[in-house]
């Protein structure tokens, strides 16, 4: 129990175990709908796009969310959980696969090859760069379209209101 406490830093951050604890559980509880959220999405299960099948992307979402969960435990030493965003997830499957027409295998060799050059640039001085010549409008202004599209989709999903796209962009 001293090693956890030392090694997380709880007396230097104010921190218990028990409140550790508590604040893992309810962390998880609020990221859980991810679970059925993001495979739900991607296999297409409430839209009938993508067709990703439900098991693999429901097991993709477990562990990628784990993996990253950890890395941030013990690499960063930082109480932060993650899992894949839904607004990506929702213009994977929305955009490239819905609008765009590529099948799902083709969008996840897109989103690889996009996660690789975003590690790339992650790597690099370029990084800060990019994010220092993004106005501070601009920077609120995209979290605001994102939460427009999640909600977009989120009403489109659930039928309150339908739409049929006539023009596809090529």
């Known amino acids: ?31 859980s709908y991810i679970l059925v959220v993001n495979p739900g999405i991607a296999s297409g299960l409430w839209s009938g796009e993508a067709g ?3 098991g693999g992307v429901f097991f993709a979402t477990v562990v990628g969310a784990f993996i990253a969960t950890m890395v941030m435990a013990l690499l960063a030493n930082l109480p932060i959980g993650l899992a894949p965003g839904m607004g990506v997830n929702a213009f994977f499957v929305g955009v490239i696969i ?9 969008a996840l060799a897109l989103s690889f090859i996009g996660g690789l050059l975003f590690l790339l640039i992650s790597l690099t001085p370029l990084r800060r760069t ?21 909600a977009f989709v989120g009403l489109r999903l659930s039928g309150v209101f339908f739409l049929e796209w006539s023009i596809r962009i090529r």
Do not use: C, S
């Open 1 to 31: 129990m001293n090693q956890i406490k030392k090694f997380f830093k709880f007396e230097e951050r104010g921190a218990t175990f028990r409140a550790e604890i508590i604040g893992g559980i309810v962390t998880f509880l609020a990221m």
């Open 52 to 54: 990703i099948p439900y």
């Open 98 to 106: 819905g609008q765009y027409g590529y099948t799902w295998q083709e």
């Open 130 to 150: 990019l994010i220092q010549a993004i106005p501070q409008d601009l920077k609120a202004a995209i979290g605001v379209g994102i939460g427009f599209f999640i």
